[in-house]
């Protein structure tokens, strides 16, 4: 059994090439011998349930709790009987983890992330290509249809193509546009309808479930699917390691591919992510490719090479020498 010595919450931002500022904390965990870990708890904007500042304050209220606990292998179920937020039960489970089962070299499959205007995407293709990138998510929400073809044209001999219309279009024109392609063409196509419950009708392409579950369908649901091949997880938003368990599980049993997801967590975050990926043994590229996105890292920079990401077993002591982050 551990006993935890310390907790202590570290905020952060970080400018995107976007020109947004991404906010959120560090929690850094210590137990009484002196082994550290550290993760992000960075609810996403418009997408969390829950704001950065409710998730702080929980974790406060926590703290003398998670300090007095006796923790031992049930530790995931013990946090996930506690009801937390999901952005504050992925940075808690995280952080016990590192500590547990201390991370050793991991070296991940990943999946670029293309979006922004139809020259910015371009940019940015070039870029993952000369990277050594051959997977990569193609966002089209933001480009017109004929904007959307072009560019599907010219990158789908290049990558293997992971089409997210992030619930853009309606029914129809979604339909309409994507039957110009042949079968083969993406690697799945991820929420391609407004209306979630049409998504029966979208037998085309392989089909992928991000923000449609568990919001709008159940997993009954997705079991109807005819043509779902992919279910995308987001640890932040929709809770962490141990609600992840019984999805994984289930994928497996029906073949379909579980695909963990970034929501722009800082690059601590993300390494939280890979070191789930890891833990549920993935073999198809994880999304993490908000990663390029980042104008600021807070520890060593991942090290990306031909679609896989590797990082250190000790990437904390950088994180730690930081002198810019207030601690309360």
Not at 140 to 148: G, I, M, R, T
Not at 204 to 219: K, R
């Amino acid at each position: 059994m551990y006993k935890m010595e310390d907790l202590s919450f570290h905020p952060y931002e970080i400018p995107l090439t976007t020109g947004k500022i991404r906010t959120g904390c560090l929690i850094h965990i210590t137990d009484r011998l002196g082994n550290c870990g550290i993760s992000d708890v960075a609810p996403l904007p418009q997408f969390s349930l829950e704001s950065l500042t409710e998730a702080i304050q929980q974790f406060k209220k926590k703290k003398e709790e998670i300090l007095h606990t006796h923790w031992g292998s049930d530790f995931l179920e013990k946090i996930d009987s506690w009801n937390l937020f999901p952005s504050v039960q992925f940075a808690l489970e995280s952080a016990l983890l590192s500590i547990f089962s201390p991370r050793i070299e991991l070296t991940i499959p990943t999946s670029a992330l293309l979006m922004g205007s139809f020259q910015e995407i371009l940019h940015l293709a070039r870029l993952r290509q000369q990277e050594g990138f051959t997977s990569a998510k193609l966002k089209v929400n933001n480009l017109s249809f004929k904007e959307a073809f072009q560019i599907i044209h010219t990158l789908k001999d290049t990558f293997q193509l992971r089409i997210d219309v992030n619930r853009a279009w309606n029914t129809t024109d979604s339909l309409e546009f994507f039957s110009k392609f042949p079968e083969n063409t993406f690697d799945y196509v991820e929420e391609p309808f407004q209306n979630p419950h049409d998504l029966d009708q979208f037998t085309l392409h392989p089909l992928a479930v991000d923000e449609s579950f568990p919001g709008d369908l159940s997993l009954k649901e997705l079991e109807s699917l005819p043509n779902l091949k992919a279910l995308i997880y987001k640890p932040t938003i929709q809770g962490g390691i141990f609600k992840s368990l019984h999805l994984h599980e289930w994928t497996q049993k029906r073949k379909i591919q579980f695909i963990l997801s970034s929501s722009f967590e800082s690059d601590v975050g993300l390494m939280n992510i890979v070191s789930l990926a890891n833990l549920l043994s993935l073999k198809d590229p994880i999304g993490i490719g908000t990663y390029h996105y980042l104008n600021q890292y807070l520890g060593d920079p991942l090290f990306f090479t031909h679609s896989h990401v590797t990082i250190s077993s000790k990437p904390w002591k950088t994180i730690l020498n930081k002198s810019n982050f207030q601690t309360f």
